[in-house]
């Protein structure tokens, strides 16, 4: 069973900083790529940034720039450093990780997501 364990979630006013943690645990295959996803009220989730095992970090342009992420390969953890928050960037943060497919070819792996953590910017 994989889980994926958020942390980091919460309130801050407009401007401030919140970094936020997942770190997947349980029986993994290797993990290929590991993500932030968000969803506000009454809009479609929506992708954040990602980092690739094998590629460049990828952002969302609503957050490039403000936002950066990063992983600790040997802890099955990925980080979103949220900087310059803004009253649009609540949300409810999902974190997700693809695994490689069981014979390491190209194409998506597995997919987990976490439970999903409330991120909440006051202006």
């Known amino acids: 069973q994989v889980q994926l364990v958020e942390s980091g979630g919460g309130s801050v006013q407009a401007g401030g900083s919140l970094r936020l943690s997942c770190a997947v645990s349980g029986n993994i295959f290797p993990i290929k790529v590991m993500g932030w996803y968000r969803q506000a009220p009454g809009n479609q989730r929506e992708f954040v940034a990602s980092i690739d095992i094998s590629g460049p970090e990828k952002f969302a342009e609503s957050v490039e720039g403000r936002f950066d992420i990063s992983r600790d390969y040997a802890k099955n953890t990925v980080y979103l450093q949220m900087n310059g928050l803004r009253a649009e960037d609540t949300a409810v943060y999902y974190c997700?990780?693809?695994?490689?497919?069981?014979?390491?070819?190209?194409?998506?792996?597995?997919?987990?997501w976490g439970q999903g953590m409330q991120v909440t910017v006051s202006s």
């Open positions: 997700k990780a693809e695994m490689f497919r069981p014979d390491f070819s190209a194409g998506a792996g597995q997919e987990y």
